[in-house]
């Protein structure tokens, strides 16, 4: 009886239904990470919008907001970019430059479609994120395609000319000629000094695409390492500051901005360079942490129910909003106070456990969330 020799893969091939499930698993992962953000963003704006006052003390849900600002967001665009990296997979693989100009495309009018909700939502909400976001997909649309060197590149390229304008402007990140001209505003607002601006923070989505096309976490010895290494910097940090604090007392008083200072800060608004790597290593401990409990079958009941919140994260993100500034609104309209920590507590946990309930019901009965419905219906090409 002959044998019949198969031909052997270097690389292991599976079904397609294993594919499938594992991109699935993957997915619902991202997912259940994106409401671990949209939860923090709940409870950082929250507390931007209430302003709760009198704290006596300890208050862990306060020193919580106080922690996530900043952290939330990065979180959130890094996942991002997560998301859209796989939109890029297959083009890239068979260099489709037709499929390439597609994706490039339909984030160009998804970019479209967020600056106006965003626009909108800044009418009722000045720390808008979606305006910025918009901008990170035009950068998106340019860099998606690139090879992992090139992003590796462009991620130094952006912290280092940050940090050096971050010292250059004895930690202002706003344009000295700021008010010469309304391009000078726009330059500074969107890409140096807003709130969100470009340079800094669109640097998370390209890290998000480093990670997608790196493979990092497509198999659990990537996620291990990638957490202990996530881990490593965070604790580093950590001890470096305490050290360096310690030793340079004195000098983080002085007048004069210096080197030191540039090295000690850490500040989400604005964004400083220690800061940056610090949200880095905490936003991708919690993206590994989350696929590989997701991968054990830890907490599948937690899971189950954060899952759907990831799932309408544009719908939740300007609900949460417009539901604060309307309760606060309620509120002062009857004269009360709107700065108490009970007030900011309970608007927290109402605004979470009504946000979990739309989303189970939603997850039953539609596919989309009402605006990302919206949004794939006016941009979708692809």
Partial sequence: MERVLRPISPVPVFPAELQQERAKHRIESYDVARSVAVIGMVVVNYASIFHPTGVHGWNWLVETADFLAGRAASLF???????????????????????????????????FFLLVAGFCLMQFWGSDILHFYALYLVLASWLLFCRPSTLMSMIGINFLVFSIFFYLMQGEVELPIQGASWMVDAIDEYFLGGLYAVLPWGTFMLIGFLVVRSGLIHDRLGLTKAFFWALAAFLGIVVFRAVLGHWQASTLDADQFTFVDLLYMEEGFPITPLFFLSSTATSIMVITTVILLEKVGILQNLFSLLKDMGRFTLTIYIAHILLGQGVRHVLKSFFFSTDSLLVFQMSVFVCLIVTVCFAKYWARHFRYGPLEWLMRYLTCTI
């Fill in 77 to 111: 665009i890094m996942l991002a970019g997560i998301g859209i990296g796989p939109m890029a997979q297959g083009a890239f693989r068979d260099n489709d430059h037709a499929k390439m100009s597609l994706v490039r495309y339909s984030l160009l009018k998804r970019s």
